[in-house]
């Protein structure tokens, strides 16, 4: 499987970005997937996340309430709308793949299948 990351960019603190994360090599329904995000200098933090049957999410506390993820089975494409942008959301955002599990995770190691990641900045 193959993550490719997309939708990244350049936007004023307040402003919106809907990032994508196309699947290729097979189906997106046998994945829960994530996003995770890198700041220069700092470890790898998880964002969101949401479980192959779509009846779970769980967000960081940072983000809650700002952002949301969705999943697109039929187009195989995981997204992650972010609204109300903040200069501290700024970094690369990296979307994920775990295998088809009950336990939805927020952390870096059970995924093990990753995408290139995607520049955002927040900046005024």
């Given at each position: 499987?193959?993550?490719q990351?997309?939708?990244g960019?350049?936007?004023?603190p307040?402003?919106?970005?809907r ?14 997937m ?7 200098g ?8 949401v ?17 949301t ?7 195989n494409?995981v ?7 903040k200069?501290?959301?700024t970094a690369?955002y990296?979307?994920?793949a775990?295998a ?9 190691a ?6 290139q990641g995607?520049q ?5």
């Amino acid at each position: 499987v193959q993550l490719q990351a997309s939708g990244g960019g350049s936007v004023q603190p307040g402003g919106s970005l809907r990032l994508s994360c196309a699947v290729s090599g097979s189906s997106i329904s046998r994945y829960n997937m994530a996003w995770f995000r890198q700041a220069p200098g700092k470890e790898r933090e998880f964002v969101a996340a949401v479980r192959w049957s779509s009846d779970i999410e769980r967000y960081a506390d940072s983000v809650k309430g700002r952002v949301t993820i969705s999943r697109d089975n039929a187009k195989n494409t995981v997204y992650l709308q972010m609204n109300s942008l903040k200069p501290e959301d700024t970094a690369v955002y990296y979307c994920a793949a775990d295998a088809k599990k009950l336990m939805l995770f927020t952390t870096v190691a059970p995924y093990s299948t990753w995408g290139q990641g995607t520049q955002v900045t927040v900046s005024s």
